[in-house]
């Protein structure tokens, strides 16, 4: 009789055992999720009284003229935050070392080797990614892999929002 | 009897067991693909819907421009399985009005990321 309650018993614990097996997945899968906040850059923290100036000398502006940055909020898609004035600064980040996790140091020659290959390079400020476009409508890897070998770069022109992507319309570009 | 009831509990757990674990395997072998159309983000940016043909999206594409997919709002950037980025690839399909792509799906930092095993056309 104990021979069966012991087998019934072994069986009951693998069964436990196999149903346990979903949830690491699951963790797992919500730790990639949310892998998003490893790295910490600089807050760009500008003032709101510049950011007022930059405001009244503007045609298209944000509602709220006391925040600076751009808000990645999908409802604001039609919304610009101005930068002409006080430029945005970020480090310039691979696209897929997102996907990867591994943040690899850049620099000019390694930059335009990715952009060669195709890869997207993009701008991280304040824990935002900026996809940087020409005013002509191009995306701005190219100029961007020219300062890659700077820590930061500055650029001034007009980040929005598009389909919940941030994008940097830039008209001029330097490094730091 | 007591040995036949006995038998009979260890076959219905064991039956449990190698059912469970068959539903599970099943569920991770036919994953549904993500419908949705090969765009450019460049058209995008500028106030367009995004939409191009093959051959617009293939010298976009080499230029060095962002070939996407869209599925309903969200855009995916898509990835191949090595960690090269697979707007070439997706161009190919451009011409077709619905792709799917199965594969692993990220939001990093705000961006959808799809780590494609498999493109096709719908």
Known sequence: MYKYLILILLSLAITINSCDNKNPEEVKKEQEVNQEATDNFDALVEDGDSQSDTAATETVT????????????????????????????GEII???????????????DLAKQLVAKGEILAVKSANEIYFVYNA???????????YANNSKVMMIGKAKVVDGLNVFIVTLMEGK | MTKFFGILMVLAVMFTVVSS??????????????KGQVVSLNDIVIGGKGTI????????????????????KTIYFVYNEDGSFAGKKLASYANNATVGIVGKTKKVNGINIIIATIIESM
């Open chain 1, 136 to 146: 002509d409508g191009s995306l701005a890897s190219k100029n961007l892999a020219s």
């Open chain 2, 53 to 72: 043909t093959k051959d617009q999206a293939k010298e976009l594409a080499e230029k060095g421009n962002p070939i996407v997919f869209k599925s309903g």
């Open chain 1, 62 to 89: 944000t509602a709220n003229s006391d925040t600076v940055k751009a808000e990645p909020d999908a409802s604001s898609s039609s919304s610009a935050v101005d930068y002409s004035k006080k430029p945005l600064e």
């Open chain 2, 21 to 34: 674990v068959d539903l599970s395997a099943q569920t991770k072998k036919s994953p549904k693909p993500i």
């Open chain 1, 94 to 108: 691979v696209i897929s070392d997102l996907m990867t996790g591994n943040h690899r140091k850049l620099t000019k």
